[in-house]
């Protein structure tokens, strides 16, 4: 076992989701176990928190309120979209070095282990021993290397929930509704709208990913047949859908572009594209019942929507971060893999430079041939990650009374 001492660094980055303070937990608390660990400290908005000096000592704080806190969505520690450079990082790596951190332990997607990577670097540079290992976590789901991601999970199953609910109601007082999901680049969050389907009739009737081109007439045929044979239709659509060119379409129907503060086009925050792609509808099919939402941050934290298999997982990504780091005393990124066909899953240890800065996109055997809904590969793939208990809905089998006055 790796006699290295010193202090223990774990920060959470991105986006908040439903068991990221589990991972967080899962490395304080096995932290605990390793006599060579001085302290465990959680940096108070990630990266930002490091080069501020913002910590909390979590060797300090007791295991019942961990507990609590682990099963509390969003970010415990607080988050950042900081996105570090060569220089933020090395302000980062100064402040470790004056703290005596040994071991650090960042929660979050492909920028976060891109940071890892950064400060790896650095560190064998300058011959300062320091382990740093990523923990996976995204409900995008698009980390390379791992089978799916802790928070995908919860966040599937809220959108797949949602989706059942909008089945009930478009049946009642049917029209069309179009669901606008996360998804910038991996459509897999909006693939998970699918699982809602129970009955023949059920939407979503159509799914569209950004990993096939979206055709706007080709949109607007598809919403007609399946509006013609039922006489409504739900939609699912990724917030990042583009055309055949790589425009995206909030772009392209706009007319516009707006970008956030790190220069990425603007996409479903604002409910514009849902708006846009109902106008379409209107204008082209005529059609006045016509509603949509975008879902935004709801997916991601919605208390009461925990997929306890995620919460799991969440933990376990933790432990084994600080397992690999103490016992076998290496750096790299934790992944997960599933290597059987009846659900189980393992962790392992990869080359942070295979996870960091690249997207995972859907495989296209998940995806539906006409690029307007998925396949029962993915339905197989998803169904495990919504955990246990998960919901369906019913309907009324009471026989049709015969019509004497209108026959």
Known sequence: MSRLEGKVLVAQGGGPTHVINQSVVGVALEARKFSQVTAVYGAVHGVRGIVEEDFVDLTRETTHNLEQVAD????????????????????????????????????GGNDSSDTVRIVNEQAKAAKYELRAIHIPKTIDNDLMENDHCPGFGSA??????????????????????????????????????????????????????PERAFDTD??????????????????????????????????????????????????????????LLTQSIKKGLNLKRVRSDTFGYLQRSFIGCRSDRDAQEAREVGEKAVQFAMWDDVDGSVVIRRPVLNYSVDYELVPITLVAGKTRHMPDHFIHEDGNGVTDDFRNYCRPLLGSNFPQSHRLRAPIVSKILHK
């Open 218 to 275: 080709k949109f607007l045929a598809d919403v007609d047949r399946v509006y013609s044979q039922f006489g409504l239709c739900t939609i699912a659509v990724s917030e990042g859908i583009s055309d055949a060119k790589g425009t995206p379409m909030i772009t392209k129907l706009m007319g516009v572009e707006e970008r956030d503060d790190h220069g990425n086009v603007q996409l479903s925050g604002t409910g514009a594209l849902g708006d």
């Open 72 to 107: 509390t969505p969003s970010s415990g520690l607080l988050s950042t979209r900081d996105k570090p450079d060569e220089d933020y990082c090395a302000r980062m790596f100064k402040v470790m070095q004056v703290h005596d951190i040994r071991y650090f332990f960042y929660v």
């Open 156 to 209: 599937a199953r809220y959108v797949a929930q949602a989706f059942m609910g909008v089945n009930l109601d478009n049946r009642a007082l049917k029209g069309v509704y179009v669901g606008v999901v996360m998804g910038r680049h991996a459509g897999f969050l909006t693939a998970a709208s699918a699982m809602a389907r129970k009955y023949v009739d059920d939407g979503p009737h159509l799914v569209y990913v």
